[in-house]
């Protein structure tokens, strides 16, 4: 209870003076409730006894006085408690959304969204009756109580001892009983949740339930939900009614024997009646202000405060993101930035997803990073944003170790593109200003130009002032691509970093994109995560990731002549010839010799298979087969992403995902073999395909290695099924 005390007064410490108000005014009322109980006291006993010695005409102007005093000081009263609740909450939804701004971007994946907007509403609705209205009712009811007190002693000390020796009982005993009444009324609630859901279940199941005549099963689980919401509602209710009736006839017991006792003396002539008279208008309002603290008050902010310990969980919630040492300046980069032996995992159990990355990139290089799907390109970039700090080793920037730095400072250097680009809903101009708010209209322009953005702004019809975003949606994902890559140039960082920044859009548009990026690489150091290799060949420097280490480093040549993991990379996306705007492709047949299924396959039959290939386009997010399908078609990816998962005990899992170069669907060769997995595009894709008649017909032709491919079909097929 302390500590709720300490934390409630926690919220309003900031408004004191709001608070020393409220009570000023609620001692204000408390007192004119006295007054009108002492002036029926002197009235009765004045109009009893002979000779009046007070004049009523002055009982009644101080009773319109103080009707007046009380009457303003309930409306600065209740101005006072608004005022105040808006200002509390206020401050809690501020300091809960600086707070979701400071906590890591590891935090931020896990969470979930829903979760945390609940905070934002229902937890701050109870915070605000746990430590704002709940409080003040508590606060008015022991103002009360403490003038109802000292008067009732110095009226009557025989009647008001009892009194106030009982009340504390009656406090104690119905704030025992309320508990039960909230949790019965909780799992009323529950029983209620329950049937909703298998109603909703039932309505789901009607094919089910009348294709296989369930309707009395149906009917009987449904019966014994509903009794068991039966049991539970008139248990809750009746709780309910008891703590009512339980509170009601107390107080009314307390009452009674007290203005019982005072009937006897007064009958007696010992007590005087109008003595007796002001002294029950002060019980009937005592008791009752102490009974709203048992039975409301206490129970309320028990209740509320579930919300009011999430809403600090995550105010007190870590970890924080990376801090650095405040105001440390971060002079730029000259020389070099260098990895040295660092290690990540994103969980400390799993994993690492960087073992011992050892890596210097100079300072002003166009440095491509390149490598397989989950090979950690972006876990590397992340590292170098400071979203996550290495588990071990370090990362430098010239002599600055990047733990020393403000991570804000450090990201001031830098203008990052992600493969997506997030437009507010606002106009073209301000979401491009944002990365530099001070910009002027003529390097927005030139921003805008330099991100080849010039011909789209020409066609809006309000320009720079055209409102995209969110709810807009006006722009393709290779226009959003762009206003990220006008965004990072007009920063004119020292670091710029792209992330699979083109690789979403069509090669004509991502040729322009990556020309515009070229364009800028003077006088700044350039990163760009790419897994389309074309885009590598003008880089000073190309890195290889694989599995978390760096494979290969060296220029476009050196790494071809090399032979080894970019060379095979670099083969792999030969051999396709796609139009400029992605929408048809086509693939030689010597590319084809290089798909290990088809290895054996002679020339001849190889170059008729190739021309009956056919460009199938998938949008993100497209399913292309679903596991269990029948095996139709065959693909092979020219450009895109695609995620291979499989349903396991688990549920959906994912066992690969494959880019550029890759193929997959050789169940189609597998005559009446179903999918072993599901295939969906994670970007915009385009593939070569061919059905399982046009195999079938190019087998005919080479019986001799039609059974190998089979042989080397089912077991690639089996290999995949046991990952
Ligand atoms: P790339 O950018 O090269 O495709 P990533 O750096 O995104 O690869 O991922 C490297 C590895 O880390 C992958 O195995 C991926 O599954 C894992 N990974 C990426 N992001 C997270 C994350 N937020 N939490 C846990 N694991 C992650
Ligand atoms: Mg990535």
Redesign the pocket.
């Known amino acids: 209870m302390l500590t709720i005390v300490r934390r409630i007064l926690a919220f309003w410490r900031p408004h004191r003076w709001l608070g020393a108000g409220l009570i000023a005014t609620m001692l204000l009322k408390a007192l004119f409730t006295v007054v009108l109980a002492l002036s029926i006291k002197v009235i009765i006993d004045g109009v009893l006894a002979d000779g009046p010695d007070t004049s009523p005409g002055s009982i009644l102007v101080l009773l319109v006085v103080g009707f007046l005093v009380s009457a303003s000081a309930g409306i600065a009263n209740g101005y006072l408690a608004a005022r105040a609740g808006a200002e509390i909450l206020a401050d809690v939804r501020l300091s809960l959304f600086d707070r979701l701004q400071e906590l890591s ?2 935090f931020h ?2 969470s979930q969204t829903g979760d945390l907007l609940a905070r934002f509403a229902t937890d701050v609705a109870q915070l605000s009756n746990g430590v704002i209205r709940q409080p003040l009712v508590g606060m008015t009811s022991f103002a009360a109580v403490l003038f109802y007190v000292p008067v009732m002693m110095l009226l009557e000390p025989r009647l008001a001892t009892p009194a106030v020796l009982m009340m504390p009982i009656v406090v104690y005993l119905v704030n025992r009983l309320a508990p039960d009444a909230d949790q019965a009324l909780d799992e009323e609630k529950r029983q209620i949740a329950a049937v909703l859901s298998s109603v909703s279940e039932n309505l789901r199941a009607q094919p089910i339930v009348r294709a296989f005549g369930l309707q009395n099963r149906s009917r009987v689980a449904f019966g014994r939900r509903i009794s068991t919401l039966r049991a539970a509602s008139s248990r809750a209710e009746f709780r309910v009614q008891l703590l009512a009736v339980f509170s009601e006839y107390a107080v009314a017991l307390v009452q009674i024997s007290v203005v019982g006792a005072g009937a006897v003396l007064a009958l007696r002539g010992k007590l005087e009646v109008g003595t007796l008279a002001a002294f029950v208008g002060l019980l009937v309002e005592f008791t009752w202000e102490t009974t709203v603290i048992g039975r409301d008050v206490l129970p309320e902010i028990r209740k509320a405060w579930s919300g009011v310990r999430r809403v600090d969980e995550l105010l007190s919630t870590g970890p924080v993101s990376a801090k650095g040492v405040g105001g440390m300046m971060v002079p730029g980069l000259e020389e070099s930035i260098r990895f040295e032996n660092v290690s990540f995992g ?2 400390p159990d ?1 994993a690492l ?2 073992r011992d990355v050892n890596l210097v990139i100079p300072g002003g290089a166009y440095v491509a ?1 390149v ?12 590292i170098l944003l400071r979203f996550y700090d290495p588990s071990s080793g370090r990362t430098m920037i010239d002599s600055m170790d990047l733990m020393d730095v403000d991570p804000r400072e450090l990201r001031r250097l830098m203008g990052t593109v992600f493969q997506e680009t997030f437009l507010f809903n606002a106009s073209l101009r301000e979401n491009i200003r944002l990365s530099a708010p001070e910009a002027g209209d003529a390097e927005i322009d030139a921003a805008v130009e330099a991100a080849g953005l010039s011909e789209l702004v020409e066609l809006l019809p309000d320009g720079l002032e055209t409102i995209v975003g969110e709810s807009g949606r006006q722009l393709s994902g290779g226009q959003s691509q762009r206003v990220g890559l006008a965004r990072a140039f007009l920063r004119r960082p020292q670091l710029l970093l792209l ?2 920044a083109t690789s979403a859009l069509d090669p004509a548009t991502e040729s322009e994109a990556v020309r515009a990026i070229e364009g800028l690489r003077s006088g700044r150091t350039v990163i760009m ?1 790419t ?1 389309r290799l074309e885009t590598t060949v003008n880089a000073d420097m190309i890195v290889v ?1 694989r599995e ?1 280490t760096v494979d290969e480093v060296g220029d476009f040549e050196e790494l071809i002549e090399r032979g080894q993991t970019f060379a095979r990379m670099w083969e792999k996306q030969q051999g396709f010839r796609v139009s400029r705007d992605g929408r048809a492709a086509s693939v030689t047949a010597d590319r084809l010799t290089a798909v290990p299924l088809l290895a054996g396959v002679p020339v001849a039959p190889l170059q008729r298979l190739a021309g009956e290939f056919v460009t199938v386009r998938f949008d993100k997010d497209a399913v292309v087969f679903e596991e269990g399908d029948p095996g139709e078609r065959f693909y092979l990816i020219v450009r895109g992403v695609v995620e291979v998962s499989r349903m396991g005990e688990a549920g959906e899992r ?1 066992v690969a ?1 494959l880019e550029d170069g890759d193929f997959f669907g050789e169940m189609a060769l597998l005559e009446g073999a179903p999918r072993n997995a599901t295939v969906t595009a994670v970007t915009p894709t385009t593939t070569l395909s061919i059905d399982r008649e046009q195999f079938e017909s190019m087998l005919a032709d080479v019986p001799e290695i039609a059974r190998t491919i089979r042989v080397e079909a089912a077991d690639r097929a089996r290999a995949n099924g046991s990952q």
């Open positions: 971007i590891g994946r896990k994103y969980s799993d997803q960087l990073i490598g397989a799907s989950g090979s950690g390109k972006s876990t590397l970039l992340s992330d699979e995560v897994h990731m978390g994912v995902y």
